[in-house]
C-alpha cells in the first residue's frame, strides 16, 4: 500500500504570546516577556512621523540604491513605547547598515492598543517596499477568524470529520521530533517519484521513505543570510516540473535543481529579478511572477510580460494560471487579465480573481 505523507503548513497564530520572534533577525533590547500579537480594539497605531524616522536612519545615500522588503515586527508597550523586536530584510543593505533598531526605538510615542479600558502590550509588523529612490508602506494584519482548529494538532471543527473518522492519519513534524531544519515552512511538494521536498526558513528537505536529505547554504549554491551567515535563505515558494526539476524562490533569486546540479537564475543570466511564485503550464513551461511583470521560460528561451510591452494594468503580479485553453490568467494590483493565446492578447477582467494572497493594509 502506497503511503501517503501529509506536510500541513502551519501559520503565524497566537493571541497571547512570550517573547515570540515572527522574523528571523532578531533583536534582545526589548525588555516585555509577555504580548499579544496586534490584538486590541482599537489596535496599536503609529505616529504620523514613524517613517520619517525610520528614512532618516536610513539616509539619503543608502535610500537611492536600497532594493527589497523589509518587515518590521515592532513591540509597543502599554505606555506607547516601541521596540524593534524582529525583522526579516530582503533588501541589499544589512539592518545594521540602516540602522533599522536604533530608528525605529527612537520614534515617538505609538497609541497603545485597547482591550475594553485596559491598555496592552503588542506587537505590530510593518512592510516597508523599497525601489528607485522610493518607499511604499504597509501594515500586515492577522486574521484569527476560525482559528479553533488550530487550539490542538489533528482536532477538525467541521462536521464530519471528527478524528477517529478521517480516512488518513496525520502527522506534525517539527524540529523537535524530525530532522526539519526550521519550524516555519512556506513551500512543499512532491516531485515525480512521489519523494517530499520541504522549503523552509533555514534550508530544504527531502523525504524519500524515512531517508531525509538536507540542502543548504553549506552544501549547495544557495545563499546564506545577510545578518548569519550558518541560516539558509528563506524558501518561498517552490514546484516541480513535467522533467522533475524542482525550482524554488530563494530570498532574490531563482533556483533550479535538476537531481545532479544546481543553477541560480537572477537579474544577471536571466530576466528574473525579486520572483515571486513558480507556475508551471500545461505543456511544461515555467511561469515567474514578479513587481516586474511575468517571465515565462519555454525550453531554454525566455520572455517577459509587463507594462511596456503589453496591455498589463499594473507590473505587480500576485498570481498566474495556464487554463486548458492555452489562455493565461494573471492577477496584478491593478485588476485581473487574460492573455489569449499565452503571452499575446490582453483583456482586462474587472472581477476579483482568488488568489492566494497575503491580506496587506495600506497605511
Not at 26 to 36: A, N, R, T, V
Not at 159 to 174: A, H, I, P, Q, Y
Not at 221 to 234: D, G, L, P
Request: proline share 4%; hydrophobic share 35%; with cysteine.
Amino acid at each position: 500500500m502506497k503511503k501517503t505523507i501529509y506536510i500541513i503548513a502551519l501559520s503565524l497564530f497566537s493571541t497571547q504570546l512570550n517573547a515570540q520572534n515572527l522574523y528571523p533577525e532578531k533583536f534582545e533590547d526589548c525588555k516585555l516577556s509577555e504580548f499579544c500579537l496586534d490584538c486590541g480594539n482599537p489596535q496599536a497605531q503609529p505616529p504620523k512621523t514613524v517613517f520619517q524616522n525610520i528614512l532618516r536612519g536610513i539616509g539619503e545615500k543608502n535610500l537611492a540604491t536600497l532594493k527589497g522588503t523589509i518587515e518590521m515586527q515592532i513591540l509597543v508597550d502599554q505606555e506607547g513605547k516601541p521596540c524593534l523586536l524582529s525583522v526579516d530584510n530582503k533588501t541589499n543593505l544589512g539592518s545594521a547598515e540602516l540602522k533599522l533598531k536604533q530608528s525605529v526605538n527612537a520614534t515617538e510615542n505609538w497609541t497603545p492598543a485597547i482591550d475594553g479600558t485596559k491598555k496592552q502590550n503588542s506587537s505590530v509588523s510593518l512592510i516597508m517596499e523599497f525601489e528607485g529612490g522610493k518607499f511604499r508602506a504597509k501594515r500586515r494584519t492577522f486574521n484569527f477568524t476560525n482559528q479553533s482548529n488550530m487550539k490542538a494538532a489533528g482536532t477538525p471543527d467541521r462536521k464530519g470529520s471528527e478524528r477517529d473518522e478521517l480516512s488518513e492519519s496525520w502527522k506534525v513534524f517539527t524540529q523537535s521530533n524530525s530532522e526539519l531544519p526550521w519550524d516555519m515552512s512556506r513551500a512543499v511538494a512532491t516531485d515525480l517519484k512521489g519523494d517530499v521536498w520541504i522549503g523552509t526558513d533555514n534550508g530544504i528537505v527531502k523525504i524519500s521513505g524515512s531517508k531525509w536529505q538536507h540542502f543548504n547554504s553549506g552544501n549547495t549554491i544557495i545563499s546564506a543570510t545577510q545578518y548569519n551567515r550558518a541560516q539558509t535563505e528563506s524558501v518561498r515558494d517552490m514546484a516541480v516540473d513535467q522533467k522533475d526539476n524542482k525550482w524554488f524562490v530563494i530570498g532574490y533569486d531563482l533556483y533550479r535543481y535538476d537531481n545532479r546540479t544546481w543553477t541560480r537564475f537572477d537579474s544577471l543570466n536571466s530576466p528574473i529579478n525579486w520572483a515571486r511564485k513558480i507556475v508551471v503550464d500545461p505543456k511544461g513551461n515555467m511561469l515567474f511572477t514578479s513587481w516586474e511583470g511575468v517571465a515565462r521560460l519555454a525550453g531554454s528561451k525566455w520572455s517577459v510580460m509587463n507594462k511596456k510591452n503589453s496591455k498589463l494594468p499594473s507590473d505587480r503580479i500576485l498570481g498566474v494560471f495556464v487554463d486548458s485553453k492555452d489562455r493565461t490568467w494573471i492577477g496584478t494590483f491593478e485588476g485581473n487579465v487574460v492573455s489569449s493565446p499565452v503571452f499575446q492578447t490582453i483583456q482586462k477582467y474587472n472581477f476579483v480573481l482568488k488568489f492566494p494572497v497575503i491580506n496587506l493594509q495600506e497605511i
